[in-house]
C-alpha cells in the first residue's frame, strides 16, 4: 500500500501516539518521504524532546524542531508551568494541562513547512476517544483546519488522524499490527510529569497504562 511519490510529513512529540502514526507512516510513504516535525513549547515534560530526537535518529527518519516557546508569553497553564498541580476542575470540561491553540498552532506550522517542501500529507495523532475532552482534539476541528489550510494557502492539504476513534488498547493494537509493540512500550514518553519511563500517577500514564493492559488481556483471551 506503499504510496509512490507522496511525501508526508508527522507531527512528533515522542509519545506512544505520535510514535505509532510516525512507524506506520514510513510503513506507508517510505522512509525517504517522510519527515517528523517537534515543537519546542516549554513544555514541563522536556524529557519528550530528548525521546523525540532519540527515536527519529534511531528510525533514521528527518526531525525538524520548531521553537514556539513564544506561547510561554501568551498563555499560561500547567503543562508548561511546572509549578502548577495537575488537575480537572469539576466546573471544567477538560484539565488544566489543555494548552489553547496548541494544535491549530502545531498544524499550521507544519503545513507551512510541508507546502514549502512539497508535501500534502500531514499526520498527527490527535484522538478524540478515551482523551481528556480537548477540543483541538476533535474531528470536526481537524476538518475545519483543513479546510482553513487549503483556503489560507491554496493549496490541496489533506490531514490524517489514524488515531481519531482508537482507545489506547486499540493504539497499542495497532503497535503490535506495525510490529512495534515493544519499541513503542520501550522508548515512547507519554507522562505529563517528566519522569523517565513514567510516574504512572498522572492521567497520561494512568491512560496509557490500562490501555497497555487492556490490550494484552484481549490479546491473552484471542491466543487462548
Ligand atoms: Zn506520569
Known amino acids: 500500500m506503499k504510496k ?108 507551512i513547512y510541508a507546502k514549502s517542501h512539497g508535501i500534502r500529507h500531514i499526520i498527527t495523532g490527535v484522538c478524540e476517544t478515551d482523551f481528556s475532552g480537548y477540543p483541538d482534539c476533535r474531528d470536526i476541528f481537524i476538518k475545519s483546519m483543513n479546510v482553513t489550510l487549503n483556503l489560507a494557502m491554496d493549496y490541496s492539504f489533506q490531514l490524517h488522524t489514524p488515531l481519531m476513534y482508537l482507545t489506547k488498547a486499540q493504539t497499542w493494537a495497532l503497535a503490535d499490527k506495525l510490529d512495534c509493540l515493544d519499541y513503542i512500550k520501550e522508548n515512547t514518553h507519554t507522562c505529563y510529569e517528566g519522569v523517565e519511563g513514567g510516574c504512572g500517577h498522572c492521567p497520561s500514564c494512568r491512560l496509557r497504562n490500562k490501555g497497555y493492559e487492556e490490550y494484552l488481556a484481549g490479546r491473552g483471551a484471542q491466543i487462548r
Request: net charge negative; aromatic share 8%.
Open 4 to 111: 509512490e511519490m507522496e511525501k508526508a510529513i508527522v507531527i512528533f512529540s515522542g509519545g506512544q501516539d505520535s510514535t505509532t502514526c510516525l512507524i506506520q507512516a514510513i510503513q506507508q510513504y517510505g522512509i525517504q518521504n517522510v519527515a517528523a516535525v517537534s515543537f519546542n513549547y516549554g513544555q514541563r515534560h522536556k524529557i519528550e524532546l530528548e525521546k523525540a530526537a532519540w527515536i527519529a535518529k534511531d528510525l533514521g527518519v528527518e526531525q525538524i524542531v520548531l521553537d514556539t516557546t513564544l506561547m510561554n508569553m501568551i498563555t499560561h497553564n500547567a503543562l508548561m508551568d511546572d509549578h502548577e498541580q495537575i488537575e480537572k476542575k469539576a466546573d471544567q470540561n477538560y484539565p488544566n494541562t489543555f494548552v489553547d491553540g496548541r494544535n491549530a498552532l502545531f498544524i499550521l506550522l507544519s503545513a
